[in-house]
Structures are given as structure tokens and as C-alpha cells.
Antibody
Framework: QVLLQESGPGLVKPSETLSLTCSVSGGSISGNYWSWIRQPPGKGLEWIGY???????NYNPSLKSRVTISVDTSKNQFSLYLTSVTAADTAVYYC?????????????WGQGTLVTVSS | DIQMTQSPSSLSASVGDRVTITCRAS??????LNWYQQKPGKAPKLLIYGASNLQSGVPSRFSGSGSGTDFTLTINSLQPEDFATYHCQQTYSTPTFGQGTKLEIK
């Protein structure tokens, strides 16, 4: 069973860049799609984007100008970078594995990490 | 963006009840509709994918149906561990989620 674990700062200042890394264990990052999803406190889920192990990406158009997702297959990790953050970016950030063979859905999630944007 | 509207937003039910949660899309999305269960402080868990396919390990009291723009999640014989928030998600285009349905104990 694949396990995912998010890591990174829990507090980011406004206008700075949010950086998170997801470490994948129990399986290879190769051959799969990997996503980031976020959930503001008390609100619904928002898909941020995904990366294929080859490096191909697909981002939510609403965030595309500020988002970069990268992958490091040698470390079995992928990362999220969100620039120019504001308080509206405060959320629990989840990394996840996508299945895109029989439809498209998320079958494995990290535990989530709360990132607060505040000075 | 495709908008997903869940109803009801909250629901009270008793152990043993049968409940149905509805998700409506702003355009046809068949069959790219998934259902997730989320408990407080935890990540979502996949229940149903492709509108009606039960994820491995998920109890058979959960079922999904629907097509086009209208989909339902049904839980037969509610168990104490089923009280949670349920989210639908469309993956026909840029993925979007419903606002969630909170299922509470009556």
C-alpha cells in the first residue's frame, strides 16, 4: 500500500512562496500521476494540479499562474510551489495519487498539512 | 469550470437507516464522478469511482448510481463509523468537488 507524507513550513508570509514536498513510500513514483489538493478550514476541496512521473503537468486554471509542481523520481518525491500567497491560500494541503486508467480518481491521500499565510 | 452541487448540505440519520446523497453537475460528466468520505481531521477516502464502481475494501452498503448530470450515493443500513462528510468530485474536465454533505447522528 502506497503511503504519502507531506512536509514543509506550516507558516508562510504574505507575498512569499509556499513550498511543500510529498514523500512516497511503499511504491514507486514512476508510472503514476500525483496530485495536490487543498481544503481551507471549514470549506470544500480544491484540486490544485497533477504531475505525471515523466514531468508532464496539468494545473487548475484558477491557480495556473502561481503554481508549479515538480517531481524527483530518484527521491520518490514530488513538490508543490505556490507563489505570491495571500491569506486566501491558508488551507490544509494534501498530496495524493491519481488513477487515470479506468476513469480518473484519487485512491491514496497523504494525511494533510496545514499551511497558514500570515505575517 | 463544471459546478458540482450536493444536496442536502447536512443530514441527520440513525444507525440502520438508508440515506441518499445527491450530486448534480452543471453539464454532463458521465461517468467521471467519484465519491469520497472524510472524517474530522482526516484525509478523504475514496468510496466510489466512475459513478458506480465500489473501491476495493469499501463495504457493500455503499453504492453509487447516476448518469449525465445527476448522481447519487446511497448508504444502506448506516453504521456508526459512517457518520462523516461526503464529497462528490467530477473529473470530466478540470476536477471540481461538491461543497460536501455532513452526515450526522440523529
Amino acid at each position: 500500500q502506497v503511503l504519502l507524507q507531506e512536509s514543509g513550513p506550516g507558516l508562510v508570509k504574505p507575498s512569499e512562496t509556499l513550498s511543500l514536498t510529498c514523500s512516497v513510500s511503499g511504491g514507486s513514483i514512476s508510472g503514476n500521476y500525483w496530485s495536490w489538493i487543498r481544503q481551507p478550514p471549514g470549506k470544500g476541496l480544491e484540486w490544485i494540479g497533477y504531475i505525471y512521473y515523466s514531468g508532464a503537468t496539468n494545473y487548475n486554471p484558477s491557480l495556473k499562474s502561481r503554481v508549479t509542481i515538480s517531481v524527483d523520481t530518484s527521491k520518490n518525491q514530488f513538490s508543490l510551489y505556490l507563489t505570491s500567497v495571500t491569506a486566501a491560500d491558508t488551507a490544509v494541503y494534501y498530496c495524493a495519487r491519481d488513477i487515470q486508467t479506468s476513469g480518473w480518481y484519487i485512491d491514496s491521500w497523504g494525511q494533510g498539512t496545514l499551511v497558514t499565510v500570515s505575517s | 469550470d463544471i459546478q458540482m452541487t450536493q444536496s442536502p448540505s447536512s443530514l441527520s440519520a440513525s444507525v440502520g437507516d438508508r440515506v441518499t446523497i445527491t450530486c448534480r453537475a452543471s453539464q454532463s460528466i458521465s461517468p467521471y464522478l467519484n465519491w469520497y468520505q472524510q472524517k474530522p481531521g482526516k484525509a478523504p477516502k475514496l468510496l466510489i469511482y466512475g459513478a458506480s464502481n465500489l473501491q476495493s475494501g469499501v463495504p457493500s452498503r455503499f453504492s453509487g448510481s447516476g448518469s449525465g448530470t445527476d448522481f447519487t450515493l446511497t448508504i444502506n443500513s448506516l453504521q456508526p463509523e459512517d457518520f462523516a462528510t461526503y464529497h462528490c468530485q467530477q473529473t470530466y474536465s478540470t476536477p471540481t468537488f461538491g461543497q460536501g454533505t455532513k452526515l450526522e447522528i440523529k
